[in-house]
């Protein structure tokens, strides 16, 4: 989810209309020959194997328990900047720093997508002193490089969501990242207990290969391997691009191709509503929906809920406030304080429509994509989009 | 029908030499010993030009392929062979559900594809396609905000500004001489920046009112579809049996030739431009509508497809030759065919395959057609 974020513009561009599917086909088949593998891909692959600890998220602590007394400088340097999901983690970046008197100075770097400059972003605060920095490297192991001497001249720096490769505790301080296979698994189980153990299920994933999908699959696998009545539709998750449009015409082919769909697990939330639109448009009853919270998801079921009676939804975290976790990691470091927080977070479920304790959130005042599951306070949410 | 239109440019090229002929009488009648005067000598270099456009012209309406079928007719004949497989490919494509999931996408492209089909008849080559949409698709969605008292304001401003974005391209392009895929790239690059900055990267929901229009339908067929159609028969028309039609095509099979013939080339080369806009203004306004969310980025994958849509159509890249018409119908071809290759389930590596090779393969009938095959066909 965070590598889609990482990665909306890019996978948009890349996401090229049927027809001319060959144009990307040739232009991936050239990059793959002459690029290491990319941020989405390394990320997955190097978080199984993190030395950060796996917990829950009753183990993360506050703030003010790592702040010590020293005055620091931090940063953040996002590789990309330009989406709603960016956009709270700024601002939950921020709003974390400002909790500790002695941060004097709560700073931000927009990399644009392009690691050039994310690189040239990190060596910059490191030039400049900057004691704790928080990084998003969009561009995997490129970033490495710039990492490692970073944290060779001493300053805590955290990576999180995006690994860039290379060793937690010896590259650099830490990576901070959600247990992606365990979010398959809390799909899965609820699907499960949602169609009794007995139905069809898709799973819809994000860009074509990419490890993301591929390890919250072995999570989805595990689960339903005790449910020999489920069975998952094509066995392997079908490529959406996280893209809502796409998803949409995804879903359709999708219903044409299987007459029965009795439950959906998708990575994107945001996504899912396109193929929302698809079970609509083709006059299909709606099924039990599993993904990560998204406004627009959440307000689509509340205006069918009542027309669609087997319809529910339930959503994981899409975790905009992991760059809490890291800054902690970070801040903790550099004031010489311990920081017993887990690096690789299992995350509960946030939105659960047969939980009367975990109702959906939907605000059609703000945009589509935001995110309810963010730990800023409600009007500090608004006052993001408020432009 | 072709015939018909063409007497009609014939007529109006038929003018320059006319005179050129009367003059050449004048001059012999007053027993004009002289040397041609300036006059004439431009006369004369007009009657050739004209010559040229003419042989242009006739050359384009000449070619045809075994199935006796004009160039523009090859992509009907292979949508129509499309159609006729996907049943055997995927049982429930025909389905009333996948026919009218797929005709919105594909009534939004062919609005695209038209508008990159006007700007290739002019010679040119329109790259500001993903920032037009994208900003087409931000403008009617932000502007009202959700509010249908809105949306028809939206809608006009929306219309406007992709004209007006065509207008710049436009006169970049006629005035200043600038290649085309160096302006209209320059002009994306600064419509993007201007999306990213008015979005803030956040995506805004179309109003209520416009997306219950999109999702209605009007004689059994989505209102989205049959505005298409509608639009697309007018330009048809205009394009085929109207002077300014014909004009136009003349000036991008010849624009030297076109302007002897006393054509105003630089008006036809900017509104192409400008009625592309519009029509791209148009696509983002139905594309918003439909999805209710566009993304902000949303015009990023219409335009490969677009230029595809063009060639398969049959419009020459070098200009002149073209049939807006059979741009639509590849639209439908490529929309149909991704639909297809996605009701099958096969892994995104196969659906990739077998569209490019179905793309390939449509390409290629005419190419043979046009070289190989008449000649082969003619000995045997």
């Known amino acids: ?387 | 029908m072709n015939r018909v239109s063409d007497f009609a440019l014939i007529d109006l090229l038929q003018v320059p030499r006319v005179r050129h002929a009367r003059a050449t009488v004048e001059r012999r009648r007053r027993g004009c010993a002289a040397a041609k005067t300036q006059r004439a000598r431009q006369l004369d270099d007009l009657s050739s030009r004209s010559q040229a456009l003419l042989l242009d012209i006739e050359n384009a309406f000449g070619e045809e392929n075994i199935l006796g079928l004009g160039r523009f007719s090859a992509i009907w004949a292979a949508t129509a062979v499309l159609f006729a497989v996907s049943p055997f490919i995927a049982a429930d494509s025909l389905s009333h559900a996948a026919i009218f999931s797929m005709l919105p996408f594909a009534a939004i492209l062919a609005l695209v594809a038209v508008g990159q089909t006007l700007v290739v008849q002019q010679r040119g080559l329109d790259l500001s396609i993903p920032g037009a949409i994208s900003l087409g698709a931000l403008i009617v969605t932000k502007f009202p905000n959700q509010a249908d008292a809105l949306a028809p304001a939206g809608i006009l401003l929306t219309l406007f500004v992709g004209g007006f974005v065509g207008l710049v391209n436009g006169l970049t392009i006629a005035l200043f001489g600038v290649a085309p895929f160096v302006a209209t790239l320059g002009v994306n690059a600064l419509l993007l920046g201007f999306v990213q900055w008015y979005s803030g990267g956040s995506p805004t929901g179309a109003a209520d009112s416009l997306n219950q229009w999109a999702l209605s339908t009007l004689g059994g067929f989505p209102n989205t579809v049959v505005l298409t159609f509608v639009l697309i028969a007018l330009a048809q028309a205009v394009l085929l049996w109207t002077v300014a039609g014909r004009r136009f095509e003349a000036v991008g099979a010849n624009p030297e030739a076109a302007n002897a013939a006393g054509i105003r080339v630089f008006r036809y080369q900017v509104s192409s431009y400008v009625v592309a806009g519009v029509c791209y203004a148009t696509a983002a306004i139905l594309l918003a509508a439909f999805l209710k969310t566009p993304g902000v980025f949303i015009g990023d994958t219409y335009l490969l497809p677009s230029v595809a849509a063009v060639v398969l159509g049959g419009t020459a890249l070098t200009g002149g030759v073209g049939n807006v018409a059979a741009s639509a119908v590849a639209a439908l071809f490529l929309t149909q065919l991704g639909q297809l290759v996605l009701s099958i389930g096969a892994p995104t590596a196969v659906q990739l395959l077998i569209q490019s090779g179905a793309i390939a393969v449509g390409m290629g009938l005419r190419e043979v057609n046009q070289s190989f095959l008449p000649r082969w066909s003619r000995s045997g």
């Open chain 1, 1 to 387: 989810m965070m590598d889609r974020m990482a990665r909306d513009r890019s996978s948009e561009r890349g996401g090229a209309e049927q027809g001319l599917r060959i144009w990307s086909l040739l232009a991936s088949a050239a990059l793959a020959l002459v690029l290491p593998p990319t941020g989405a891909a390394w990320s997955q692959d190097k978080m199984m194997a993190t030395v950060g600890r796996i917990g829950n998220v009753d183990e993360l602590v506050t703030m003010d328990k790592v702040c010590g007394a020293k005055p620091i400088r931090v940063a953040l340097v996002d590789g990309f900047g330009g989406n709603s999901w960016r956009r709270i983690t700024r601002a939950e970046y921020e709003d974390e720093a400002k909790k500790c008197p002695n941060i004097k100075e709560v700073l931000y770097a927009d990399g644009q997508n392009n690691p050039q400059k994310t690189i040239s972003d990190i060596q910059s605060f490191v030039a400049q002193g900057v004691e704790a920095i928080v990084v998003f490297p969009d561009a995997g192991p490129a970033m490495l490089p710039a990492i490692r001497a970073a944290h060779k001249a001493g300053v805590a720096i955290v990576a999180y969501t995006a690994s860039p490769g290379g060793k937690p505790g010896v590259d650099y301080l830490d990576f901070i990242a959600p247990n992606t296979p365990s979010d398959g698994s809390t799909w899965a189980k609820w699907v499960a207990k949602s169609l009794n153990g007995q139905g069809k299920v898709v799973f819809l994933g994000g860009t074509p290969g990419n490890l993301q999908s591929q390890a919250e699959l072995e999570g989805v696998k595990k689960v339903f391997a005790d449910y020999p009545k489920i069975e998952l539709l094509g066995g392997r998750p079908v490529d959406t691009n996280w893209d809502p449009a796409e998803t949409q015409k995804v879903v359709a082919g999708l219903l044409t191709r299987y007459p029965e769909i009795d439950a959906i697990i998708s990575d994107y939330g945001g996504g899912s509503v396109g193929g929302i639109r698809a079970f609509i448009n083709a006059k299909h009853p709606l099924v039990p929906w599993a993904a990560n919270d998204a406004n627009e998801f959440a307000c689509l079921w509340q205006e069918n809920k009542a027309a669609n009676p087997n319809y529910q939804m339930m959503t994981v975290s899409s975790r905009t406030w992991l760059v809490r976790v890291a800054l902690r990691k970070a801040v903790a470091k550099a004031e010489g304080v311990e920081d017993p927080e887990p690096s690789i977070v299992n995350q509960p479920i946030v939105e659960d429509s047969t939980d009367p304790k975990l109702p959906p959130k939907c605000d059609s005042s703000l945009p589509p994509d935001a995110i309810f599951s963010s730990q800023l306070p409600p009007d500090k949410l608004k006052a993001v989009f408020a432009q």
